[in-house]
């Protein structure tokens, strides 16, 4: 990339400062798309509800076919330049995939009885993680991106080159795969999708990790007379023995299941709150 450009890209505080050679270890999470941020981030929002709802809805009929279909054209969107390969490093050669989608929905089939939405999927399902939804959020929303794109480099007049290329995008109204063509960006002979700082992190706000930290531990941390796991300081004050409560209650996806089953009120009401705050629904 010339200096000049990159040098004016990195001046731009609206979007996510990467490094434009190599994968960053950061990912798009759904579920910081709030629509108050303008037109295209409620029309991403509005985008992804209607994918997770088909796709729940394919969980809850037993529908595996519709979930072949609707993810046929789902691909690995490299121009995001994130995911898990870092500098130095080659590529892992696991492209995102139909087939991905297809491992979600069995994960999901699995743990039927546990899951009543979509976050419950991201957090419960077995082998579901970050760069898998991201993967997805980013064939869903590709557009709303793209344009982006394209409005940040009017506003800061970036001199950049265009290709013209045809790409297949599902259409969440019509429940079908169309095939566009667009004008894409380029950098160095690849095509670059800028992306909004907001919706961009090193985590998803629902996965079992996050869940885990911010409620499954705290709760048993505060509640020790669910599991008596105490020590006794020299005034003989009680607190929690933090060591003996992770061992007991390890970080696992299994450990927060069981806390969805024992503590529905408690896990629900976390996040509901969540949803709220950053969807601002």
Same mark, same amino acid.
């Given at each position: 990339?010339?200096? !000049?450009?990159?040098?004016?890209?990195?001046?731009?505080?609206?979007?996510?400062?990467?490094?434009?050679?190599?994968?960053?270890?950061?990912?798009?999470?759904?579920?910081?798309?709030?629509?108050?941020?303008?037109?295209?981030?409620?029309?991403?929002?509005?985008?992804?509800?209607?994918?997770?709802?088909?796709?729940?809805?394919?969980?809850?009929?037993?529908?595996?076919?519709?979930?072949?279909?609707?993810?046929?054209?789902?691909?690995?969107?490299?121009?995001?330049?994130?995911? =898990?390969?870092?500098?130095?490093?080659?590529?892992?050669?696991?492209?995102?995939?139909?087939?991905?989608?297809?491992?979600?929905?069995?994960?999901?089939?699995?743990?039927?009885? =546990?899951?009543?939405?979509?976050?419950?999927?991201?957090?419960?399902?077995?082998?579901?993680?970050?760069?898998?939804?991201?993967? +997805?959020?980013?064939?869903?929303?590709? !557009?709303?991106?793209?344009?982006?794109?394209?409005?940040? +480099?009017?506003?800061?007049?970036?001199?950049?080159?265009?290709?013209?290329? =045809?790409?297949?995008?599902?259409?969440?109204?019509?429940?079908?795969?169309?095939?566009? !063509?667009?004008?894409?960006?380029?950098?160095?002979?690849?095509?670059?999708?800028?992306?909004?700082?907001?919706?961009?992190?090193?985590?998803?706000?629902?996965?079992?990790?996050?869940?885990?930290?911010?409620?499954?531990?705290?709760?048993?941390?505060?509640?020790?007379?669910?599991?008596?796991?105490?020590?006794?300081?020299?005034?003989?004050?009680?607190?929690?023995?933090?060591?003996?409560?992770?061992?007991?209650?390890?970080?696992?996806?299994?450990?927060?299941?069981?806390?969805?089953?024992?503590?529905?009120?408690?896990?629900?009401?976390?996040?509901?709150?969540?949803?709220?705050?950053?969807?601002?629904?």
């Amino acid at each position: 990339m010339k200096k !000049e450009l990159e040098n004016k890209i990195r001046e731009i505080t609206e979007i996510q400062q990467l490094d434009f050679e190599h994968d960053n270890l950061l990912f798009i999470d759904p579920y910081r798309i709030n629509e108050q941020d303008g037109e295209l981030a409620n029309k991403a929002k509005m985008k992804i509800i209607k994918f997770f709802n088909l796709f729940f809805k394919c969980i809850e009929e037993g529908d595996r076919t519709k979930v072949e279909y609707i993810g046929k054209y789902l691909h690995e969107i490299n121009s995001t330049k994130l995911g =898990y390969t870092r500098i130095n490093s080659l590529p892992n050669g696991k492209g995102f995939s139909k087939k991905d989608l297809l491992q979600i929905y069995d994960a999901a089939k699995e743990v039927e009885d =546990y899951i009543e939405d979509m976050p419950d999927v991201f957090v419960l399902a077995d082998n579901v993680g970050p760069d898998k939804i991201s993967d +997805i959020t980013t064939n869903i929303i590709y !557009e709303e991106l793209l344009q982006f794109t394209w409005n940040i +480099i009017k506003k800061y007049n970036l001199n950049m080159e265009f290709e013209k290329k =045809y790409k297949y995008i599902f259409d969440v109204f019509e429940e079908k795969w169309i095939k566009k !063509e667009f004008n894409v960006p380029i950098i160095d002979n690849e095509e670059i999708l800028f992306l909004p700082k907001k919706i961009v992190e090193s985590y998803e706000i629902f996965s079992y990790e996050n869940v885990y930290k911010k409620l499954v531990y705290p709760f048993y941390k505060t509640h020790t007379a669910i599991h008596h796991l105490i020590r006794f300081l020299k005034n003989n004050e009680e607190r929690p023995d933090c060591r003996k409560i992770k061992k007991k209650y390890p970080l696992k996806r299994g450990t927060v299941r069981r806390f969805k089953e024992e503590f529905s009120k408690d896990y629900n009401r976390y996040k509901d709150e969540i949803q709220k705050y950053y969807w601002m629904q």
